[in-house]
């Protein structure tokens, strides 16, 4: 009798214990879902909230990155004047000024030539740059407004390589700026600074507020985006470990490659030289400009301004020019008359293109070499 008894208290005691945990399962179940619920309704506020400031490249740590594009035509559909009905707040903040150290910067950056390139690939991969190659941060606003000057001729191939690094690079530095091919027409002799000017003047005309330019040959990389393309209170050498060089400077004056000069710092001088024609020279007389003018000239850190250079072959009308030793010689006296003030040139065609902005020019050809004796 006993034994019967303490085995209906067990099976008493057994359910019980089991209404007990199936009552607390029942419970369990219901607080998940409930906070599950408020879970998914806060996201979706947050992110309706958000939506409009959200931006593909904010984070991106990828060098050339190819995310959806929330550029001028993305952020014409979200904007408020857009769509009226929108439920965003009136008093939204304004853009801050962009950081001086932009956040989304990788550092070195592995660069190399031997990857096919197309300019239909350099599109798909920049969406967000407008026609004739111009770029402004969606959110903050540029400290700078940046031309970029390339001087060029029959140089497409290094050109299609040149935008596929730099577009990248230059959305991650926060830069306004726009890309602009100045072509020298016909098979003169090439005159590199002459071109250059151009650029400047050519490039204010298409747009009155740009009070940076950055004159870049169109062969050098640079392999690391915290070098970054901005003017400073002194004009600045971006290009001082070039991969020809041994990732050395070649000597103390040298101004060559990549150059930066704020709108004020390059009146100035009087601009660049008009008469080197032909390769070399023109760069030490720029520098001997800076210096003649009160300037100096700055740089990055040698770890951070490294440069590869595209190989390739000299130039046809391209040599080496022969005066240039004398004409560096005599910058003080040439620098007053020779320059922005005395450029003369005929513009041929004005053409933009998805990626960059090509200006044509007739520059003239050297003058005749004196007989000798």
């Not at 390339?150 to 497409?156: A, D, G, L, S």
């Not at 030289?273 to 032909?278: D, L, T």
């Not at 490294?306 to 391209?318: F, G, Q, S, T, V």
């Amino acid at each position: 009798m006993t034994r019967l008894l303490l085995g209906v208290t067990l099976e008493r005691i057994c359910k019980a214990v089991l209404l007990l945990c199936l009552l607390h399962f029942v419970i369990i179940m219901i607080l998940y879902f409930d906070v599950y619920a408020q879970h998914l309704d806060f996201f979706s506020r947050f992110n309706a909230r958000n939506a409009s400031r959200a931006h593909p490249f904010s984070n991106s740590s990828r060098p050339n990155s190819t995310v959806p594009s929330y550029g001028p035509a993305g952020a014409e559909a979200l904007s408020p004047s857009a769509k009226p009905g929108t439920n965003q707040s009136a008093t939204e903040k304004p853009l801050q000024p962009c950081q001086e150290t932009p956040p989304g910067l990788v550092g070195r950056l592995l660069i190399e030539f031997s990857s096919p390139m197309s300019m239909e690939r350099v599109q798909r991969e920049n969406p967000d740059v407008r026609q004739g190659g111009k770029y402004t941060p969606p959110d903050c606003l540029p400290r700078q407004k940046v031309a970029i000057l390339i001087p060029f001729r029959h140089r497409e191939h290094h050109l299609k390589y040149w935008l596929h690094y730099l577009h990248p690079i230059l959305r991650r530095q926060k830069v306004a700026y726009g890309i602009y091919i100045i072509n020298q027409f016909g098979e003169d002799t090439f005159n590199r600074a002459k071109l250059l000017n151009v650029g400047f003047l050519e490039a204010l005309k298409d747009d009155e507020e740009y009070d940076c330019f950055i004159f870049s040959d169109v062969d050098l990389i640079p392999m690391d985006d915290r070098n970054l393309y901005r003017c400073y209170e002194q004009p600045r050498h971006f290009a001082i470990g070039m991969d020809k060089f041994g990732f050395r400077l070649p000597y103390a004056g040298y101004f060559g490659g990549v150059s930066g000069l704020s709108k004020s710092q390059f009146l100035k001088i009087n601009g660049f030289p008009n008469e080197y024609w032909g390769w070399g020279g023109e760069d030490d007389d720029i520098f001997n400009r800076i210096s003649l003018n009160g300037m100096k000239v700055s740089r990055p850190d040698i770890r951070i301004g490294r440069y590869r250079m595209i190989k390739h072959e000299r130039d046809k009308h391209n040599e080496p020019n022969p005066q240039r030793f004398t004409k560096i010689q005599n910058t003080k006296m040439t620098m007053k008359r020779d320059g922005i003030s005395s450029l003369q040139y005929r513009l041929v065609e004005v053409s933009r293109q998805p990626m960059y902005t090509n200006i044509t020019v007739e520059i003239g050809r050297p003058p005749p070499r004196l007989a000798r004796g």
